[in-house]
Protein backbone atom coordinates (compact mmCIF):
# COMPACT_ATOMS: atom_id res chain seq x y z
CA UNK A 1 0.00 0.00 0.00
CA UNK A 2 2.88 2.38 1.02
CA UNK A 3 4.27 2.58 -2.85
CA UNK A 4 1.05 2.35 -4.38
CA UNK A 5 0.17 5.62 -6.68
CA UNK A 6 -3.45 5.46 -5.36
CA UNK A 7 -4.70 7.15 -2.03
CA UNK A 8 -4.46 4.56 0.77
CA UNK A 9 -8.15 4.78 1.08
CA UNK A 10 -8.91 3.67 -2.19
CA UNK A 11 -6.53 1.29 -2.37
CA UNK A 12 -9.08 -1.66 -2.40
CA UNK A 13 -11.18 -0.44 -5.16
CA UNK A 14 -8.69 -1.80 -7.03
CA UNK A 15 -10.69 -5.20 -6.53
CA UNK A 16 -13.27 -5.70 -8.95
CA UNK A 17 -14.78 -8.22 -6.58
CA UNK A 18 -14.51 -5.51 -3.52
CA UNK A 19 -16.16 -3.08 -6.17
CA UNK A 20 -19.18 -4.85 -6.68
CA UNK A 21 -19.43 -6.28 -2.78
CA UNK A 22 -19.26 -1.95 -2.14
CA UNK A 23 -21.78 -1.17 -4.52
CA UNK A 24 -24.06 -3.68 -3.22
CA UNK A 25 -23.77 -1.99 0.11
CA UNK A 26 -23.82 1.27 -0.74
CA UNK A 27 -26.63 0.97 -3.15
CA UNK A 28 -28.63 -0.91 -0.64
CA UNK A 29 -27.89 2.01 1.83
CA UNK A 30 -29.12 4.51 -0.73
CA UNK A 31 -32.60 2.66 -0.62
CA UNK A 32 -32.66 2.74 3.31
CA UNK A 33 -31.93 6.44 2.98
CA UNK A 34 -34.82 7.16 0.81
CA UNK A 35 -37.39 5.17 2.31
CA UNK A 36 -36.38 6.65 5.88
CA UNK A 37 -37.48 9.94 4.46
CA UNK A 38 -40.66 9.23 2.56
CA UNK A 39 -41.91 7.10 4.85
CA UNK A 40 -41.41 9.95 7.57
CA UNK A 41 -43.17 12.33 5.21
CA UNK A 42 -46.05 10.30 4.07
CA UNK A 43 -47.20 8.99 7.32
CA UNK A 44 -46.84 12.85 8.83
CA UNK A 45 -49.35 13.34 5.77
CA UNK A 46 -51.46 10.94 6.06
CA UNK A 47 -52.10 12.20 9.65
CA UNK A 48 -50.12 9.42 11.99
CA UNK A 49 -47.52 11.88 13.54
CA UNK A 50 -44.94 10.73 15.67
CA UNK A 51 -47.15 8.19 17.10
CA UNK A 52 -46.98 6.19 13.46
CA UNK A 53 -43.59 7.04 12.74
CA UNK A 54 -42.48 5.08 16.54
CA UNK A 55 -44.32 2.46 15.42
CA UNK A 56 -42.86 2.02 12.04
CA UNK A 57 -39.22 2.93 13.48
CA UNK A 58 -39.53 0.54 16.82
CA UNK A 59 -40.67 -2.20 14.52
CA UNK A 60 -37.75 -1.92 12.19
CA UNK A 61 -34.93 -1.85 14.56
CA UNK A 62 -36.83 -5.03 16.29
CA UNK A 63 -37.30 -6.94 13.89
CA UNK A 64 -33.49 -5.88 13.10
CA UNK A 65 -32.39 -7.17 16.21
CA UNK A 66 -34.16 -10.98 15.97
CA UNK A 67 -32.84 -11.42 13.19
CA UNK A 68 -28.97 -10.38 13.66
CA UNK A 69 -27.70 -13.20 15.62
CA UNK A 70 -29.38 -15.72 12.91
CA UNK A 71 -27.53 -13.65 10.62
CA UNK A 72 -24.28 -14.03 11.49
CA UNK A 73 -25.02 -17.75 11.50
CA UNK A 74 -26.21 -17.83 8.41
CA UNK A 75 -23.20 -16.03 6.90
CA UNK A 76 -20.68 -18.75 8.06
CA UNK A 77 -23.26 -21.75 6.81
CA UNK A 78 -24.34 -20.86 3.48
CA UNK A 79 -23.68 -18.66 0.45
CA UNK A 80 -22.50 -14.90 1.81
CA UNK A 81 -22.90 -13.65 -2.19
CA UNK A 82 -26.28 -15.52 -2.76
CA UNK A 83 -27.65 -13.82 1.06
CA UNK A 84 -26.71 -10.45 -0.15
CA UNK A 85 -28.58 -11.05 -3.60
CA UNK A 86 -31.80 -12.49 -1.80
CA UNK A 87 -31.85 -9.89 0.81
CA UNK A 88 -32.05 -7.00 -1.90
CA UNK A 89 -34.67 -8.81 -3.94
CA UNK A 90 -37.27 -8.98 -1.10
CA UNK A 91 -36.50 -5.50 -0.38
CA UNK A 92 -37.07 -3.95 -3.39
CA UNK A 93 -40.57 -6.88 -3.85
CA UNK A 94 -41.99 -5.72 0.00
CA UNK A 95 -41.24 -1.70 -1.25
CA UNK A 96 -42.88 -2.59 -4.91
CA UNK A 97 -46.60 -3.53 -2.63
CA UNK A 98 -46.01 0.17 -1.37
CA UNK A 99 -45.93 1.85 -4.91
CA UNK A 100 -48.34 -0.65 -6.14
CA UNK A 101 -50.90 0.47 -2.98
CA UNK A 102 -49.79 4.29 -3.10
CA UNK A 103 -50.70 4.41 -6.95
CA UNK A 104 -54.60 2.27 -6.05
CA UNK A 105 -55.08 4.72 -3.51
CA UNK A 106 -52.90 5.07 -0.19
CA UNK A 107 -50.76 2.89 2.00
CA UNK A 108 -52.24 2.28 5.53
CA UNK A 109 -50.16 2.08 9.02
CA UNK A 110 -50.41 -1.62 8.82
CA UNK A 111 -48.73 -2.36 5.42
CA UNK A 112 -45.68 0.38 6.05
CA UNK A 113 -45.37 -1.62 9.46
CA UNK A 114 -45.20 -4.84 7.75
CA UNK A 115 -42.69 -3.81 4.96
CA UNK A 116 -40.56 -1.99 7.87
CA UNK A 117 -40.43 -5.19 9.29
CA UNK A 118 -39.24 -6.99 6.22
CA UNK A 119 -36.60 -4.34 5.72
CA UNK A 120 -35.48 -4.27 9.34
CA UNK A 121 -34.96 -8.07 9.52
CA UNK A 122 -33.56 -8.43 5.83
CA UNK A 123 -31.16 -5.84 7.11
CA UNK A 124 -30.21 -8.05 10.34
CA UNK A 125 -29.01 -10.67 7.68
CA UNK A 126 -27.70 -8.40 5.05
CA UNK A 127 -25.07 -6.88 7.50
CA UNK A 128 -23.15 -10.11 9.01
CA UNK A 129 -23.10 -11.38 5.53
CA UNK A 130 -21.31 -8.42 4.17
CA UNK A 131 -18.98 -7.58 6.97
CA UNK A 132 -17.81 -11.13 7.11
CA UNK A 133 -16.99 -11.35 3.25
CA UNK A 134 -15.01 -7.94 3.30
CA UNK A 135 -11.73 -9.90 4.61
CA UNK A 136 -12.58 -12.88 1.76
CA UNK A 137 -12.28 -10.79 -0.88
CA UNK A 138 -9.44 -8.33 0.10
CA UNK A 139 -5.72 -8.60 1.60
CA UNK A 140 -5.49 -7.71 5.58
CA UNK A 141 -3.09 -4.59 5.09
CA UNK A 142 -6.42 -2.86 3.42
CA UNK A 143 -8.36 -3.87 6.30
CA UNK A 144 -8.35 -0.19 8.04
CA UNK A 145 -8.68 1.19 4.45
CA UNK A 146 -11.92 -0.41 3.68
CA UNK A 147 -13.25 0.21 7.59
CA UNK A 148 -12.68 4.02 6.11
CA UNK A 149 -14.63 3.37 3.39
CA UNK A 150 -17.37 2.17 5.45
CA UNK A 151 -17.31 4.66 7.75
CA UNK A 152 -17.65 6.93 4.50
CA UNK A 153 -20.63 5.07 2.81
CA UNK A 154 -22.77 4.60 5.62
CA UNK A 155 -23.75 8.65 5.85
CA UNK A 156 -23.16 8.95 2.24
CA UNK A 157 -25.65 7.13 1.45
CA UNK A 158 -27.68 6.65 4.11
CA UNK A 159 -27.76 10.05 5.64
CA UNK A 160 -26.87 12.52 2.63
CA UNK A 161 -27.79 10.79 -0.56
CA UNK A 162 -30.57 8.84 0.42
CA UNK A 163 -32.42 11.79 2.20
CA UNK A 164 -31.66 14.31 -0.47
CA UNK A 165 -33.24 11.88 -3.48
CA UNK A 166 -35.92 11.36 -1.37
CA UNK A 167 -36.70 15.15 -1.14
CA UNK A 168 -36.45 15.60 -4.74
CA UNK A 169 -38.26 12.92 -5.95
CA UNK A 170 -40.84 13.77 -3.30
CA UNK A 171 -40.86 17.39 -4.00
CA UNK A 172 -40.48 17.27 -7.88
CA UNK A 173 -42.81 14.49 -8.51
CA UNK A 174 -44.45 12.58 -5.38
CA UNK A 175 -44.15 9.91 -2.93
CA UNK A 176 -45.06 6.98 -5.25
CA UNK A 177 -41.79 8.22 -7.36
CA UNK A 178 -40.00 8.08 -4.13
CA UNK A 179 -40.99 4.71 -3.03
CA UNK A 180 -40.23 3.38 -6.78
CA UNK A 181 -36.80 5.12 -6.30
CA UNK A 182 -36.38 2.88 -2.97
CA UNK A 183 -36.88 -0.36 -4.78
CA UNK A 184 -34.81 0.40 -7.62
CA UNK A 185 -32.23 0.90 -5.15
CA UNK A 186 -32.55 -2.26 -3.36
CA UNK A 187 -32.67 -4.31 -7.01
CA UNK A 188 -29.52 -2.96 -7.97
CA UNK A 189 -28.36 -3.92 -4.49
CA UNK A 190 -29.13 -7.46 -5.48
CA UNK A 191 -27.84 -7.00 -9.04
CA UNK A 192 -24.26 -5.99 -7.85
CA UNK A 193 -24.09 -9.32 -5.26
CA UNK A 194 -25.26 -11.40 -8.19
CA UNK A 195 -22.40 -10.49 -10.02
CA UNK A 196 -19.83 -11.50 -7.79
CA UNK A 197 -17.44 -13.74 -9.83
CA UNK A 198 -16.77 -15.79 -6.67
CA UNK A 199 -18.40 -16.60 -3.18
CA UNK A 200 -16.72 -14.92 -0.82
CA UNK A 201 -14.71 -17.95 1.00
CA UNK A 202 -17.20 -18.90 4.35
CA UNK A 203 -14.86 -19.43 7.84
CA UNK A 204 -16.78 -22.96 8.52
CA UNK A 205 -17.53 -25.85 5.81
CA UNK A 206 -21.13 -26.18 4.89
CA UNK A 207 -21.21 -29.63 5.36
CA UNK A 208 -23.03 -29.33 8.83
CA UNK A 209 -25.78 -27.69 6.98
CA UNK A 210 -28.16 -25.34 9.05
CA UNK A 211 -28.91 -28.33 11.47
CA UNK A 212 -30.17 -26.53 14.93
CA UNK A 213 -28.03 -28.50 16.84
CA UNK A 214 -25.02 -27.12 15.06
CA UNK A 215 -25.98 -23.49 14.44
CA UNK A 216 -27.02 -23.06 18.75
CA UNK A 217 -23.63 -24.69 19.08
CA UNK A 218 -21.77 -21.79 16.56
CA UNK A 219 -23.92 -19.42 18.33
CA UNK A 220 -23.26 -20.52 21.73
CA UNK A 221 -19.43 -20.58 21.46
CA UNK A 222 -19.39 -16.80 20.06
CA UNK A 223 -21.80 -15.99 23.02
CA UNK A 224 -19.16 -17.44 25.35
CA UNK A 225 -16.09 -15.45 24.13
CA UNK A 226 -17.65 -12.30 23.92
CA UNK A 227 -18.84 -12.83 27.82
CA UNK A 228 -15.77 -14.09 29.23
CA UNK A 229 -13.88 -10.95 26.84
CA UNK A 230 -13.66 -7.87 29.68
CA UNK A 231 -13.30 -5.70 26.93
CA UNK A 232 -16.21 -6.34 24.69
CA UNK A 233 -18.56 -6.25 28.05
CA UNK A 234 -17.47 -3.08 28.93
CA UNK A 235 -17.86 -1.82 25.34
CA UNK A 236 -21.24 -3.60 24.52
CA UNK A 237 -23.02 -2.32 27.69
CA UNK A 238 -21.70 1.03 26.97
CA UNK A 239 -23.39 0.43 23.38
CA UNK A 240 -26.63 -0.09 25.01
CA UNK A 241 -26.66 2.88 27.12
CA UNK A 242 -25.89 5.29 24.99
CA UNK A 243 -28.32 3.38 21.90
CA UNK A 244 -31.17 3.77 24.69
CA UNK A 245 -30.15 7.60 24.97
CA UNK A 246 -30.27 8.49 21.74
CA UNK A 247 -32.28 6.44 19.28
CA UNK A 248 -36.06 7.55 19.51
CA UNK A 249 -34.97 11.25 19.47
CA UNK A 250 -33.27 10.91 16.60
CA UNK A 251 -35.32 8.32 14.97
CA UNK A 252 -38.47 9.10 16.07
CA UNK A 253 -38.80 13.41 17.28
CA UNK A 254 -36.49 14.56 14.28
CA UNK A 255 -39.18 15.24 11.46
CA UNK A 256 -41.59 16.29 14.07
CA UNK A 257 -38.98 18.77 15.41
CA UNK A 258 -37.97 20.13 11.86
CA UNK A 259 -41.73 20.47 11.10
CA UNK A 260 -42.85 22.05 13.90
CA UNK A 261 -40.29 23.62 15.71
CA UNK A 262 -38.17 25.40 12.81
CA UNK A 263 -41.16 25.17 10.35
CA UNK A 264 -39.31 23.60 7.48
CA UNK A 265 -40.75 20.73 4.66
CA UNK A 266 -39.36 17.54 3.24
CA UNK A 267 -36.06 20.15 1.88
CA UNK A 268 -35.10 21.17 5.47
CA UNK A 269 -35.52 16.96 7.04
CA UNK A 270 -33.09 16.04 4.14
CA UNK A 271 -31.12 19.12 4.73
CA UNK A 272 -30.53 18.15 8.60
CA UNK A 273 -29.92 14.68 7.98
CA UNK A 274 -27.52 15.74 5.62
CA UNK A 275 -25.79 17.42 8.11
CA UNK A 276 -24.69 13.84 9.73
CA UNK A 277 -23.76 12.56 6.88
CA UNK A 278 -20.93 15.70 5.51
CA UNK A 279 -19.23 15.60 9.17
CA UNK A 280 -19.60 11.52 8.63
CA UNK A 281 -17.34 12.16 5.89
CA UNK A 282 -14.81 14.38 7.15
CA UNK A 283 -14.77 12.64 10.03
CA UNK A 284 -13.98 8.86 8.11
CA UNK A 285 -11.52 11.10 5.53
CA UNK A 286 -9.78 11.99 8.81
CA UNK A 287 -9.06 8.41 10.11
CA UNK A 288 -8.01 7.16 6.65
CA UNK A 289 -4.82 9.13 7.08
CA UNK A 290 -4.96 8.23 10.78
CA UNK A 291 -2.56 5.77 12.89
CA UNK A 292 -5.02 3.86 15.37
CA UNK A 293 -3.84 5.77 18.42
CA UNK A 294 -2.33 4.18 21.00
CA UNK A 295 -5.54 4.30 23.79
CA UNK A 296 -7.79 3.58 21.18
CA UNK A 297 -10.55 2.28 23.52
CA UNK A 298 -10.31 5.58 25.26
CA UNK A 299 -10.16 7.28 21.97
CA UNK A 300 -13.07 5.36 20.93
CA UNK A 301 -15.53 5.69 23.84
CA UNK A 302 -14.71 9.23 24.51
CA UNK A 303 -15.19 9.75 20.89
CA UNK A 304 -18.87 8.48 20.92
CA UNK A 305 -19.62 9.98 24.21
CA UNK A 306 -18.68 13.79 22.90
CA UNK A 307 -20.60 12.70 19.86
CA UNK A 308 -23.78 12.91 21.31
CA UNK A 309 -23.32 16.19 23.17
CA UNK A 310 -24.35 18.41 20.29
CA UNK A 311 -27.90 16.88 20.29
CA UNK A 312 -29.07 18.99 23.42
CA UNK A 313 -28.87 21.28 20.85
CA UNK A 314 -31.88 20.02 18.93
CA UNK A 315 -34.51 20.09 21.72
CA UNK A 316 -33.80 23.75 22.00
CA UNK A 317 -33.18 25.36 18.49
CA UNK A 318 -35.89 26.61 15.79
CA UNK A 319 -33.05 27.34 13.26
CA UNK A 320 -32.50 24.32 10.74
CA UNK A 321 -28.95 25.37 10.13
CA UNK A 322 -28.19 25.19 13.75
CA UNK A 323 -29.83 21.55 13.81
CA UNK A 324 -27.75 20.65 10.58
CA UNK A 325 -24.45 21.81 12.53
CA UNK A 326 -25.30 19.94 15.47
CA UNK A 327 -25.63 16.95 13.71
CA UNK A 328 -22.44 17.27 11.04
CA UNK A 329 -20.34 17.61 14.33
CA UNK A 330 -22.27 14.55 15.89
CA UNK A 331 -21.61 12.50 12.18
CA UNK A 332 -18.07 13.55 12.03
CA UNK A 333 -17.30 12.20 15.75
CA UNK A 334 -18.91 8.85 15.16
CA UNK A 335 -17.69 7.88 12.08
CA UNK A 336 -14.22 8.21 13.90
CA UNK A 337 -15.12 5.99 16.69
CA UNK A 338 -16.67 3.45 14.26
CA UNK A 339 -13.76 3.37 12.22
CA UNK A 340 -12.00 2.57 15.27
CA UNK A 341 -14.52 0.07 16.16
CA UNK A 342 -14.21 -2.13 12.71
CA UNK A 343 -10.77 -2.12 12.89
CA UNK A 344 -10.42 -3.46 16.81
CA UNK A 345 -12.58 -6.28 16.19
CA UNK A 346 -11.09 -7.36 12.90
CA UNK A 347 -7.50 -6.56 14.45
CA UNK A 348 -8.48 -9.03 18.01
CA UNK A 349 -11.37 -11.13 17.54
CA UNK A 350 -10.22 -14.62 15.95
CA UNK A 351 -11.35 -14.76 12.21
CA UNK A 352 -12.95 -17.64 12.61
CA UNK A 353 -15.57 -16.46 14.82
CA UNK A 354 -15.31 -12.80 13.42
CA UNK A 355 -19.24 -13.04 11.66
CA UNK A 356 -20.96 -13.84 15.05
CA UNK A 357 -19.05 -11.94 17.12
CA UNK A 358 -20.36 -9.45 14.58
CA UNK A 359 -23.96 -10.20 14.72
CA UNK A 360 -23.52 -10.03 18.21
CA UNK A 361 -22.17 -6.68 18.57
CA UNK A 362 -24.97 -5.94 16.31
CA UNK A 363 -27.50 -7.46 18.65
CA UNK A 364 -26.42 -6.20 21.52
CA UNK A 365 -25.90 -2.41 20.34
CA UNK A 366 -29.34 -2.17 18.92
CA UNK A 367 -31.32 -4.32 21.71
CA UNK A 368 -32.72 -0.81 23.39
CA UNK A 369 -33.45 1.16 20.02
CA UNK A 370 -36.91 -0.12 20.21
CA UNK A 371 -37.50 0.51 23.83
CA UNK A 372 -35.77 4.08 23.05
CA UNK A 373 -38.28 4.53 19.90
CA UNK A 374 -41.28 3.41 21.86
CA UNK A 375 -40.78 5.31 24.70
CA UNK A 376 -39.27 9.13 23.14
CA UNK A 377 -43.16 10.21 22.37
CA UNK A 378 -44.68 9.39 26.47
CA UNK A 379 -41.60 10.56 27.14
CA UNK A 380 -41.71 14.14 25.31
CA UNK A 381 -45.30 14.61 26.00
CA UNK A 382 -44.49 14.25 29.79
CA UNK A 383 -41.18 16.14 30.16
CA UNK A 384 -40.90 18.13 26.81
CA UNK A 385 -38.69 17.63 23.73
CA UNK A 386 -35.85 19.89 25.02
CA UNK A 387 -35.80 17.51 28.50
CA UNK A 388 -35.55 14.46 26.56
CA UNK A 389 -32.64 15.63 23.62
CA UNK A 390 -30.74 17.23 26.81
CA UNK A 391 -30.75 13.61 28.23
CA UNK A 392 -29.39 12.13 25.05
CA UNK A 393 -27.28 14.83 25.10
CA UNK A 394 -25.42 14.10 28.38
CA UNK A 395 -26.02 10.51 29.39
CA UNK A 396 -23.57 8.84 26.69
CA UNK A 397 -20.30 10.85 27.64
CA UNK A 398 -21.37 10.17 30.73
CA UNK A 399 -21.92 6.33 30.63
CA UNK A 400 -18.52 6.16 28.72
CA UNK A 401 -16.67 7.90 31.83
CA UNK A 402 -17.92 5.34 33.40
CA UNK A 403 -16.99 2.56 31.03
CA UNK A 404 -13.47 3.27 31.05
CA UNK A 405 -12.83 3.91 34.73
CA UNK A 406 -14.88 0.94 36.12
CA UNK A 407 -14.36 -1.33 33.41
CA UNK A 408 -10.41 -1.87 33.59
CA UNK A 409 -10.59 -0.48 29.80
CA UNK A 410 -7.71 1.89 30.24
CA UNK A 411 -5.39 -1.07 31.28
CA UNK A 412 -6.59 -3.68 28.60
CA UNK A 413 -5.68 -1.28 25.75
CA UNK A 414 -2.14 -0.97 27.45
CA UNK A 415 -1.74 -4.37 27.33
CA UNK A 416 -2.64 -5.15 24.15
CA UNK A 417 -1.20 -2.71 22.41
CA UNK A 418 -2.37 -1.97 18.50
CA UNK A 419 0.41 0.33 16.78
Known amino acids: MATSPWPRALVPFRSDQYRLLAGSFALSLVGSGIWTVTVAWRLLDLGHGSAGLAMVASTTTAALVVT ?150 DLRSAVVYVATTRWLVATLVFAVAVVLAYAGPIQVLLPAVVRDHAHGGPEDLALVTAGYGTGAIVGSLVMASTLMPRRYLTAMLLMWGVACVPLAVMGVSDHVWLMALALSICGALVACAGTLWGTLLQRRVPHEMLGRVSSLDFFVSLSAAPVSAALVAPAAEAWGIPAVYLVAGIAPLTVAVLALTLGGLRRDELAHPLR
Open 68 to 217: ALAGGVLADRLSRRNLIARIGAAKAASVATVVAADVTGEPGLPQLVVVAAVLGGADGIFFPAYSASVPSVIPEAELLAVNSIESLLRPVMLQAAGPLVASALIGLASPVVAWAGTAVAFAGSAACAAGMRRDPARVNPPGGGLALRQSVA
